[in-house]
């Protein structure tokens, strides 16, 4: 996302302060005062006309006396002056604007004179912005801030002066501290990108209320999220909470999804913010699950296992080393499992007696340290010592630790010593165990982002059937198809519905009923009624002629008096399915506004709660992600595992949620989908009820979606010197495995050549980056021979623009004995007209004078080549 100004932003050589003020209680006034109080080092510049000076700054009385043009001006003046102001900046070339108040009339007004001028503006109605790396403290904050690596956005001004008060107070501080108001201009995206880059940076916690462009977000918090962890409180989840912060109406789950899907990790509440940035600012990357906790009492360490066992995380086992060694250091008295009980009695002795074969030992991931305050260990004293003991140890930098001090008046000391050593520190166990839990669930969403998905079997779609079907439909204006209409859009790819058929009245419902044989089922048929249960539109088990027609003249004269204007277009006829074992479940598709359409999955029933009964995802899913839609809808009980003779197969299901993902990807006029029920057994599934709501699409349908999907309409079929058949296509998740086993085949000179050092071997986590990439930040084609039999890359080429979409670094390989059969050259004209279609300037890369195979070609290709000898490398460039 845009990266351009946002230096001016973050690190201002030059400020100027527009509305400037000596009166104590003026919003200028505040401003001067925090500037000079944050010791920004380059030239302020407080304009005006009322004084020579303001607070001892030499002043100016407009604008357009400016010395200099200023990287960054803050307004604070009336917001009837707010455009006339904005247009004077931007008329002398000022980069970057603060808005502090502004009224939404004159939103749209703002946004048009920063896009004339290309001014970037943050807010308006923003507090400011903070970064105490660089003496900046250009906001309306009433607190200081402390030097930190922890960086905070947030659109909320009250929350953001909550967290300074409470951060000061604890010590904690900030790499930067942003405050975004309205986002007229500058959004959470373009910063994350920001600082995903910067290297004051090394954790982010967001505040949200709303997002503006889903697609933006994800793909920025995705990207920033695999280089440093990214915390986030979203406020709005009821509905009544979301219509008083003017949000749109949306489902909450969805933001759990997508949080999830881009590796984040929600935190829930204002008690779980703070110990969020307890953690963040003094973080340890873990490294596993386990957690071993060490107590001078039994309760405390209760209380910290249940709370561990309610979110579902892991105690460590003690191994026979680290058994041997605590057991000479501690009494016999002291049964040594896990909670570690050094009872009421514990000196601060035994205390450090205990924590030192603990450091040693690699049995737990993480350490967890609970002191009550003790006349015989006191807390200072025990703290002091426990932060001295684990400065000195070898391993005492790299273990993550916890430490949860319990009690006020005799702890409040100690943990602020915690602090300073850079030690994460609680009052209460379960906000000890909750920080632990925010890391293993945020290690969680790191190993499902990078999780390698299995090719699915059995999968089919006839896009162009289902495609005809619906496109028939519109132009009919049928826009609700129910089981019977949607029939055949749903087997084409594969999803087997029971056998439909519609009856006009009772007489043609028992015709039908005798040819397909009893029992069945009976089912209204109305565009008006959706919910059949409101008139018992249902009948089931209907075992002869007489049943059949008794109940199709009910549902009749039920819908006639409870809905008379209502239309009845017939009525359903299905063989009854068989039950017996099997499990109802349910699986829907709606439109969300913020984040498209989303993925539910859950057992149903007639008073079915999206809010509450269903697990969300995200499309487009995959095995990997379809499957932990599956555990999540088990985990959280959304689907509830029965004893049946045949038990739920989560890979069938999986397999299944993957077809109704390319179904809604390959057919962008489907808005809603209901199955339910679908009746599950084992490995089979049958669709007993369906019904789907169309429109029309205008302009691009892939917009839609919150991520990009793979981008099928850029596969090209190619022919090699010799004539050869090749596939060229975007990388995909699954071709992980055929990516390392390319590598494989690639001679080591070529890797050097490639990466420019000497790899050994490519990590998960290396070929993870390289497959499962998000094709809105960088595109990566593989060549890959025998598609449809045995596939096999044979060469691959990439590039990633930067944040401006002005230029892109590119790279291609191809296998060190498929050379000279013109695969190199055409990988590179697919990327070449793939970056100038999408508004790129110029391909650059960077090689050695050794590598004459790919200078050959870059010329060949008409690249501009800089032979640079003193630092041994070739720049190679293309302007598109």
């Not at 205390?351 to 006191?378: E, V």
């Not at 080591?748 to 050092?757: A, V």
């Not at 990327?831 to 279609?837: A, H, K, P, Q, W």
């Amino acid at each position: 996302m845009s990266q351009r100004g946002l230096e001016a932003l973050l690190r201002p050589k030059s400020i100027a302060v527009i509305g400037a003020s000596e009166k104590p209680e003026r919003a200028g006034s505040v401003m001067m005062r925090n500037l000079l109080a944050g010791g920004f080092a380059g030239p302020i510049l407080p304009i005006t006309p009322n004084s020579r000076s303001v607070q001892g700054v030499l002043a100016y009385p407009s604008i357009d006396k400016l010395p200099i043009t200023p990287d960054l001006a803050v307004i604070c003046t009336h917001h009837r002056r707010n455009l006339q102001c904005l247009e004077q900046l931007g008329q002398l070339g000022c980069k970057t604007v603060i808005i502090l108040s502004s009224p939404t009339s004159q939103f749209a007004e703002l946004k048009q004179c920063c896009q004339r001028y290309s001014i970037r503006l943050l807010g308006p109605n923003s507090l400011g912005v903070l970064a105490p790396w660089q003496g900046l403290n250009a906001s309306f904050s009433p607190v200081p801030i402390l030097k930190g690596k922890l960086a905070f956005i947030s659109q909320s001004a009250a929350v953001s002066n909550t967290i300074l008060d409470w951060a000061k107070h604890r010590g904690v501080g900030f790499s930067y501290f942003i405050a975004l108001g309205d986002s007229v201009d500058i959004d959470i995206d373009h910063l994350l990108d920001f600082l995903a880059r910067d290297s004051k940076t090394s954790a982010i916690l967001l505040y949200l209320e709303h997002i503006h462009d889903a697609r933006r977000f994800l793909s920025a918090s995705r990207s920033a999220s695999r280089n440093k962890p990214i915390l986030v409180v979203k406020s709005g989840r009821t509905k009544r909470a979301q219509k008083l912060l003017g949000e749109q109406q949306n489902l909450d789950a969805a933001y759990d999804a997508a949080i999830q899907r881009a590796g984040l990790l929600r935190v829930q509440d204002t008690h779980e913010m703070f110990s969020a940035v307890e953690t963040l600012s003094h973080m340890s990357p873990l490294r596993g699950e386990r957690l071993f906790i060490v107590s001078n009492g039994a309760s405390p360490a209760a209380m910290a296992l249940d709370a561990l066992f309610r979110r579902n995380g892991k105690l460590a086992i003690l191994g026979e080393e680290t058994t041997k060694a605590l057991k000479i250091q501690l009494p016999e008295t002291i049964s040594l499992h896990n909670p570690l009980d050094l009872k009421d009695d514990s000196t601060v002795e035994r205390y450090i007696a205990a924590l030192k074969p603990l450091l040693d030992s690699h049995d737990h991931d993480a350490l967890l340290l609970i002191h009550s305050p003790s006349a015989i260990a006191p807390c200072i004293q025990t703290a002091t010592k426990v932060i001295e003991t684990i400065r000195k140890h070898p391993r005492g930098k790299w273990l993550t630790i916890f430490t949860n001090w319990c009690g006020e008046y005799s702890s409040q000391e100690a943990r602020r010593l915690f602090s300073e050593a850079g030690i994460p520190t609680y009052r209460t166990p379960e906000g000890a165990i909750t920080a632990f839990m925010h890391m293993v669930e945020y290690r969680r969403n790191q190993k499902q982002l990078t999780e390698t998905p299995a090719l699915p079997a059995n999968i089919t779609a006839n896009t162009a059937r289902a495609h005809q079907c619906i496109q028939q439909a519109l132009e009919q204006g049928n826009s609700r198809l129910d089981t019977h209409e949607v029939q055949p859009i749903l087997e084409a790819y594969g999803l087997n519905t029971l056998p439909t058929w519609i009856a006009h009245n009772s007489d043609e419902a028992v015709n039908i009923a005798q040819q397909i044989g009893y029992p069945v089922a009976l089912k209204l048929r109305s565009p008006d009624i959706p919910h059949k249960s409101e008139v018992q539109g249902v009948m089931l088990y209907l075992r002869n002629a007489n049943e059949v027609k008794a109940s199709a003249q009910a549902i009749i004269e039920r819908v006639n008096q409870n809905f008379p204007h209502a239309r009845i277009q017939g009525l359903l006829v299905q063989s009854m399915a068989n039950r017996a074992g099997a499990q109802e479940l349910r699986i829907a598709v709606e439109q969300d506004e913020v984040f498209g359409p989303l993925i539910m999955l859950g057992e149903g029933g007639i008073e079915w709660s999206q809010e509450t009964q269903a697990a969300v995802a995200l499309p487009p899913l995959n095995m990997a992600l379809a499957r932990y839609l599956v555990i999540q809808a088990i985990k959280s009980r959304k689907i509830k595992l029965r004893g049946a003779p045949q038990s739920l197969d989560v890979l069938a299901l999986s397999r299944l949620l993957v077809q109704v993902s390319n179904l809604l990807l390959d057919c962008p006029q489907i808005v809603r989908l209901d199955i339910h029920p679908l009746l599950a057994s084992g490995d089979e599934f049958t669709l007993l009820d369906v019904s789907m709501e169309l429109s029309s699409i205008d302009g691009d349908p892939r917009t839609r979606l919150a991520i990009r999907p793979y981008p099928s309409e850029l596969e090209e079929s190619i022919k090699l010197k010799g004539g050869a058949e090749c596939l060229l296509r975007p990388i995909l998740p699954e071709d992980e495995p055929l990516l390392k086993d390319f590598i494989g085949q690639v001679t080591k000179e070529d890797l050097y050549y490639r990466y420019f050092s000497e790899i050994s071997e490519f990590t998960h986590d290396d070929l993870a980056n390289m497959t499962q990439i998000d094709y809105d930040r960088e595109m990566a084609f593989v060549a890959v021979r025998h598609p449809k039999t045995t596939p096999e890359i044979i060469g691959v080429t990439r590039a990633i623009a930067d944040p401006d979409n002005v230029e892109a670094e590119f790279a291609v390989l191809v296998r060190s004995d498929l050379k000279g059969i013109t695969l190199g050259y055409q990988l590179m004209i697919k990327l070449i007209n793939y970056t100038r279609e999408h508004g790129i300037s110029r391909l650059n890369a960077i090689t050695m004078p050794e590598n004459r195979t790919m200078i050959k070609l870059a010329k060949k290709l008409g690249f501009t080549i800089d032979v640079q000898f003193e630092d041994s490398i070739v720049n190679l460039s293309l302007e598109l």
